[in-house]
């Protein structure tokens, strides 16, 4: 919360102003607090040799840019919708039908092709077309049309989306003990909020940024479309992070023996 309050708060005041170093840095002695607890505790809340595993550490990894991406392209679209095109709330939430609809669908086969090619096949796939549906979105004019600028995008990013939220989710539970699976359930999703809060803190952050050094509409449209492209590259980043997902290794002898197949589907879904 602190970093991310941070990262909002240096669009008004600036990233030199002390408050906002000192909630950034805040925010770093916590996370260092709580591994040293976490390190030398006997019961720790998250047991940090679940990050030995590289499918596990590579797959939170890639999730906090998934969680970005999900987020904040989300949130800079609703703005383009409203304050470029001028929709209506309702009128915005029935076009966001469209990539419910893909997502809806997509995951369906996203959990086929992941048992069938494995995890990290599909997720980097699903970074990709992420990144290609960020271009898209991109490019919106201020005149732009919903079916012509918007929503080829939507197809585009919501196959992408429903490509990176299954896998990754699988390979955040492979390799990994049945008696760790409950913290590995916790911390994809924790990585998953925490890249979706610091993420858009982040991309919001730079819309108003580059928006604040012109005036009208178009200078509106020229942050979301940097902020946008931002959102490109932590999708390639993504990419990358997935590309080292690779396969799990199993588990030794004298742990407790992998959780099958449908357990880590049941825990994706």
Request: hydrophobic content about 55%; proline content about 4%.
């Amino acid at each position: 919360m602190l970093l991310a309050y941070g990262i909002a708060r240096a669009a008004n005041h600036g990233w030199g102003n002390a408050t906002t170093i000192g909630l950034i840095a805040g925010s770093a002695l916590l996370v260092a607090a709580f591994v040293a607890v976490e390190n030398r505790s006997p019961a720790p809340l998250l047991p940090l040799r679940i990050f030995r595993s590289r499918a596990v550490s590579a797959a939170n990894a890639t999730m906090l840019t998934v969680g970005t991406v999900g987020f904040a392209q989300f949130f800079l679209l609703t703005l383009y919708l409203q304050q470029v095109l001028h929709y209506s709330a309702i009128k915005t939430g029935v076009a966001f039908l469209g990539i419910t609809v893909v997502i809806a669908v997509a995951s369906n086969f996203a959990q086929l092709l992941t048992t069938r090619y494995g995890a990290q096949r599909v997720l980097i796939a699903g970074m990709l077309l992420s990144a290609a549906a960020g271009l898209v979105y991109a490019r919106t004019p201020v005149d732009g049309h919903y079916f012509w600028n918007v929503f080829p995008g939507f197809l585009v990013g919501g196959i992408g989306l429903a490509f990176s939220f299954v896998p990754v989710t699988i390979a955040g539970m492979s390799g990994v003990a049945p008696a760790d699976a409950g913290v590995a359930s916790g911390l994809i999703n924790t990585s998953r909020q925490v890249g979706g809060s610091v993420g858009l803190a982040a991309v919001t952050t730079i819309a108003t940024t580059v928006a604040a050094h012109g005036t009208g509409i178009d200078a509106l449209n020229h942050g979301f479309h940097v902020a946008l492209y931002t959102l490109v590259g932590i999708s390639v980043l993504g990419a990358a992070f997935a590309a080292a997902v690779g396969r799990p290794r199993p588990v030794s002898t004298a742990e407790p023996e992998l959780a099958d197949s449908a357990y880590v589907l049941k825990e994706a879904a």
